[in-house]
């Protein structure tokens, strides 16, 4: 096989799209470019992409009218074959990586008598053609006469369910799939035919833009699981929200004049003379004119984060974490380091958004995907583009909580929720002195986020570096959470940070996970006993 036909097949499947797909795409896409590879190669294979997903699509516009869905009494249906449609076959809807945002899930019915209440239980999963608008839902048939229940055989059928939302199931769209000959008066479809996805085998996910508009760029998530992985279920926000009793007040009355810089023009970082905002690293901007992070300043940082003991420590005389545990017995501060911060202009600033000094603030602008990792690591993230050293990468977005919330959260969700690890904003307590209960902040992730909530951990050697940012307001309990590359990450690379979790502390308000980080530099030693 050609070398460049192979990497472009290596490409599309780590995106969940199949060689057979991709093989007649790829070759009238190259008869096309009058066999330039370059043309098809550029963007990371983004024109090869966007053509399987048109050709898909129209298969499915195609197809979708063969179907016909039952919205009421009045409604017809064609009949399948004698026999109904076989075990291994079904629509060719759940074939392929389809474009569009709207993901569909395919659930199995019994009739067994060990399942009477007949709730689905999950079989495939695939996705719903782009566009496709929600239907009434179809009433389920029970398979046998309400009187001789028992004289009927057992029969399955499949339900094409919408889940391009988190609504109920009651509302989503629902087409009745069946396996065999169903009494003359069932609701039953004539379907396109396609080999049926076993149980045991892995289906495709892709959603166009997790974000619903709310970010400047799109950003995907698709992956290949097994019918027991379920979709990630949260909101998605661009931006932090309390969530109850946080203190966070932002006002422009509380920046100092000279804590600001009013008589900007333009752009602050490439002044021959550093503005009042650069005060807070040491006269200097922590970026670029490029937007990047200088090196010397990421390299005191990634300095500061694998080096803990050779810098400073503050340790709480009262500290609101060990407090959030336990009120009447709180244990003693194991320590917080104090960290380097980014101060980013503001709207008191007169220079204007294009500033060098606005980064974190303009949000993401990188071409980032969400994907299943397949080392039971679950989803994570990766850059669909290659990153250069010092890049912004997101943002941290979670809902503001006390400790005290976090920590009643985490013991009422015990043996629940899957858990996404929340950040504890301690990197200036050194300088807040005594803080109240409502002003010991920490974000967590688990129901409103964005992106970086799947952003995995890595012991020691991973590729981003949380660095804290100042933007809207002087007081350093709240301040903005952001990832930059510590090193060039390359398209496709998986992006991990460390989260710095003490596996042996048993007493942290969320239970350590065992770690399947990878790393040579592994710190979960009890977890590599039990394996």
């Not at 501060?333 to 204007?352: A, D, M, T, Y």
Request: overall charge negative; hydrophobic content about 30%.
């Amino acid at each position: 096989m050609n070398p460049r036909a192979a990497k472009a097949l290596s490409a599309m499947g780590k995106l969940g799209i199949s060689p057979e797909t991709v093989r007649p795409v790829l070759k009238n896409l190259f008869k096309l470019y009058n066999r330039n590879w370059e043309l098809i190669e550029d963007d990371n294979y983004r024109t090869l992409a966007d053509a399987i997903f048109e050709v898909q699509e129209e298969k499915l516009t195609a197809e979708k009218k063969e179907v016909r869905i039952n919205e009421g009494s009045g409604a017809s249906f064609k009949k399948p074959p004698s026999g109904g449609v076989p075990e291994d076959q079904v629509s060719s809807t759940t074939s392929g990586v389809q474009k569009g945002s709207s993901v569909t899930r395919i659930v199995e019915s019994s009739s067994a008598s060990a399942n009477p209440t007949n709730e689905p239980r999950c079989f495939a999963t695939d996705e719903a053609p782009s566009g496709s608008k929600r239907k009434k839902p179809v009433q389920e048939n029970r398979f046998a006469d309400e009187g001789n229940s028992s004289a009927q055989p057992k029969r399955r059928a499949l339900r094409l369910v919408d889940e391009s939302d988190d609504s109920d199931e009651g509302n989503r769209r629902a087409i009745v799939l069946w396996e065999k000959q169903p009494e003359e008066n069932s609701p039953i479809f004539a379907i396109p035919t396609s080999p049926i996805p076993k149980a045991s085998e892995k289906a495709s996910y892709r959603k166009n833009d997790i974000t619903n508009g709310t970010e400047k760029v799109k950003i995907s998530l698709v992956g290949q699981t097994s019918s027991n992985e379920d979709l990630p279920r949260f909101i998605y926000s661009p931006e932090n929200t309390i969530y109850e009793s946080a203190y966070l007040h932002i006002s422009l009355a509380r920046i100092a004049d000279d804590d600001c810089c009013s008589d900007c023009i333009g752009d602050c970082v490439s002044s021959s003379i550093p503005c009042a905002c650069a005060r807070d690293t040491g006269g200097e901007f922590a970026y670029t004119q490029d937007g990047l992070l200088c090196e010397k300043f990421l390299d005191a940082c990634i300095s500061m984060k694998v080096s803990e003991e050779k810098h400073y420590k503050f340790y709480c005389q009262d500290c609101p974490f060990e407090r959030a545990k336990s009120a009447h017995m709180p244990e003693k501060c194991k320590g917080h380091l104090s960290r380097k911060f980014i101060k980013e202009c503001w709207r008191k600033c007169g220079c204007n958004m294009q500033c060098a000094n606005r980064v974190v603030q303009r949000g993401i602008t990188r071409k980032l995907q969400v994907f299943l990792t397949g080392n039971d690591k679950g989803w994570g993230l990766r850059a669909l583009e290659e990153l250069p050293k010092g890049a912004f990468v997101c943002e941290y977005i979670g809902e503001i909580l006390t400790n005290i919330e976090l920590y009643e959260r985490n013991q009422k969700n015990i043996g629940r929720d899957k858990h996404v690890y929340p950040v504890l904003l301690d990197a200036d307590w050194a300088t807040e002195g005594v803080l109240k209960d409502e002003e010991a902040l920490c974000l967590d992730a688990t129901y409103f986020g964005n992106v970086a909530r799947f952003i995995n951990h890595r012991c020691f050697d991973g590729n981003l570096l949380d660095i804290p940012v100042q933007v809207e307001t002087p007081d350093r309990h709240y301040y903005h959470v952001a990832f930059f590359t510590k090193r060039k990450v390359e398209a496709l690379e998986e992006l991990t940070w460390d989260y710095l979790i003490d596996f042996n502390d048993e007493s942290h308000p969320v239970e350590a996970f065992e770690c399947r980080c990878g790393s040579k530099y592994c710190r979960d030693v009890k977890g590599k006993r039990k394996v």
